[in-house]
């Protein structure tokens, strides 16, 4: 337990007073004091970890102080699989985002296994039944519009021989029109003989 000072810091902060007290600007915002790296201090080292996803094998190195979201993060380029979709399990038990390697007891050259999240599997199933309905629906959209352009080009060509007639008959009012008469002969009845019959 950490004594606390009258001024409301610890007493390490209080055998630092007499060093300036540098910031650091987070990312999200935040002013924080920087962090002071001990030089005499052991640097984080290297792990390689030999990750298994179904018959795949794969070896990624990383800090041995990583998160294992953070190795999702670097298994996404090799799975394909996004890190909200992946489970590691280390030592039989599934791994959080926020556990850190070292922490858990993971060594170099350490098996951990990948598992595809089974409710991951089942949204893209139903997402991909649904880009499929919207694909068809598609489809029949495009036939049905195919169909009505060609449709409409008849109905165009139907219309200018309608206007094209309309023309005719307009043009064919204006002329005047032509009366034919004819005389007809009359022929006069034919002559009636008798004949004679003999027996």
Known sequence: MRKT??????????????????????????LVQKRRVDP????ASEVRVRISY????????????ATFGEVKKLLTA???LQPGEQR?????????????????????????????DPTSLERRYVEMRRIAGIQSAQRAISDVSFEVDKLADQA??????VETLDVLKISNARLNPVVVTTKWEVFDPPTTTKWEFFD
């Open 5 to 30: 000072g009258s001024d409301g810091g610890s007493a390490a902060g209080e055998e630092e007073a007499g060093r300036e007290v540098e910031w650091e600007m987070r990312p999200g915002g935040m």
């Open 40 to 43: 005499g201090a052991a640097a």
């Open 54 to 65: 179904g018959a795949a094998k794969y070896e990624v190195s990383v800090s041995s102080l």
């Open 78 to 80: 090799e799975t394909g």
């Open 88 to 116: 590691l399990m280390y030592r039989g038990k599934e791994r959080r985002d926020g556990e850190y390697l070292d922490l858990c007891g993971v060594k170099n050259l350490s098996k951990v296994v990948l598992v595809q």
């Open 156 to 161: 165009k060509r139907v219309q200018k021989c």
